[in-house]
């Protein structure tokens, strides 16, 4: 099992940044690929960023591209997303994931979930 803790989110106004960071504890954590996902009040939690167990292969959604870059550091067992240039509509909580199987931006194929971290940019 994987214990997932993220951190990092705040309030920033509209252009700036923030570094989530997702620490994770338990079993080997190159073994799993990590996702970040989001959730705005009323709306469905989407996929964001994801990294692949090495770190070799990442992907992002359209609105990320650009902007915001996923990393991972598996000696110290985190990953980050570093997010830039930031917009109003990036205001959600951000929910990193992992899954010892291959790198999709399902949610439901992640089996573990951290808490979550609140972002909100104001304009």
């Known amino acids: 099992q994987v214990q997932l803790v993220e951190s990092g989110g705040g309030l920033v106004q509209a252009g700036g940044s923030l570094r989530l960071s997702c620490a994770a504890s338990g079993r080997t954590f190159s073994d799993y690929v990590v996702g970040w996902f989001r959730q705005a009040p009323g709306k469905e939690r989407e996929f964001v960023s994801g990294i692949s167990r090495s770190g070799g292969d990442t992907e992002y959604t359209d609105s990320a591209k650009g902007r915001f870059t996923i990393s991972r550091d598996n000696a110290k067992n985190t990953v980050y997303l570093q997010m830039n240039s930031l917009k109003p509509e990036d205001t959600a909580v951000y929910y990193c994931?992992?899954?010892?199987?291959?790198?999709?931006?399902?949610?439901?194929?992640?089996?573990?979930w951290g808490q979550g971290t609140q972002v909100t940019v104001s304009s």
């Open positions: 994931a992992a899954d010892p199987r291959g790198l999709i931006r399902t949610s439901q194929w992640y089996m573990y």
